[in-house]
C-alpha cells in the first residue's frame, strides 16, 4: 500500500515570502509527482508534475524532487493572499497506475 | 472547453438509502475517475474506467458501491445502500489516454444521516 505523507499544517507565511511544502512517499517505484491545490470547498487543480530528480520551475512555484530520499516539495515564492489552499501531494507508478494522494497541506498567506 | 459535469451537487440522505451521481467527463478523455474525499483527507481512487472497461477498482466498497461507464462517456456511481462513514465529496475526474492531468469537477458533497 502506498502511501504519501504530508504535514497538515496549518502553514502560515508572510505575503512576500517563500512558502515551502514538504512530502514524502513510501513507494521506491513511485515514477511521477503531483502538486494540487484545493481551495475550500473546490475541486483539485494541478499545479505542477515533475518526474526527474531537481528542480522545475514554473512561474512562482519550484518543485523539487529527490528521488533517494523519497521527497518531494514545492516552493512558492513571493507568496500572495490567493495562494491561501490545501496543497495536495500526489504520487503515480507506471502506466495506469492510480494515483495516491497525500492528506495536504493547509497553507495561509498573511498580509 | 467544456469541464467535467457532475450531478447532483448537494445530497442528504439517511443511512440504509440509496444514492446515485452522475459524471461527464472532458469531450475526448478516455479515462475516468471517481474519488472519494473526506473531510480533512486526499481523495481517494475509488474506480478508473478507461474507455468503457475498469483499470483500477481496488478499493471501491463492492458490497455497497457500484459504477459503469456506458458507452466510453457518462458515468454513475452508486451507493446501495448508504452509511454514516459515506459522507465525503465525490469527485469526477478525466484525463486523456495517457495523459498527466487530470481534470477534476465541481463534486458532489455526500450527507448520510
Known amino acids: 500500500q502506498k502511501e504519501v505523507e504530508q504535514n497538515s499544517g496549518p502553514l502560515s507565511v508572510p505575503e512576500g515570502a517563500i512558502a515551502s511544502l514538504n512530502c514524502t512517499y513510501s513507494?521506491?517505484?513511485?515514477?511521477?509527482f503531483f502538486w494540487y491545490r484545493q481551495y475550500s470547498g473546490k475541486s483539485p487543480e494541478l499545479i505542477m508534475f515533475i518526474y526527474s530528480n531537481g528542480d522545475k520551475e514554473d512561474g512562482r512555484f519550484t518543485a523539487q524532487l529527490n528521488k533517494a530520499s523519497q521527497y518531494v516539495s514545492l516552493l512558492i515564492r513571493d507568496s500572495q493572499p490567493s495562494d491561501s489552499a490545501t496543497y495536495l501531494c500526489a504520487v503515480k507508478g507506471f502506466g495506469n497506475e492510480k494515483l495516491t494522494f497525500g492528506t495536504g497541506t493547509r497553507l495561509t498567506i498573511i498580509p | 472547453e467544456a469541464g467535467v459535469a457532475q450531478s447532483p451537487r448537494y445530497k442528504i440522505i439517511e443511512k440504509r438509502q440509496s444514492v446515485a451521481f452522475w459524471c461527464n467527463p472532458i469531450s475526448g478523455h478516455a479515462t475516468l475517475y471517481w474519488y472519494q474525499q473526506i473531510l480533512g483527507q486526499g481523495p481517494k481512487l475509488l474506480i478508473q474506467?478507461?474507455?468503457?472497461?475498469?483499470?483500477?477498482d481496488s478499493q471501491l466498497p463492492k458490497d455497497r458501491f457500484s459504477a459503469e461507464r456506458l458507452k466510453g462517456v457518462d458515468s454513475t456511481l452508486k451507493i446501495q445502500p448508504a452509511k454514516l462513514e459515506d459522507s465525503a465529496v465525490y469527485l469526477c475526474?478525466?484525463?486523456?489516454?495517457?495523459?498527466?492531468?487530470?481534470?477534476f469537477g465541481p463534486g458532489t458533497r455526500l450527507t448520510v444521516t
Open positions: 475526474a478525466s484525463s486523456y489516454l495517457g495523459g498527466h492531468e487530470q481534470y
Open positions: 474506467f478507461q474507455n468503457n472497461g475498469v483499470v483500477d
Open positions: 513507494d521506491r517505484g513511485s515514477q511521477s
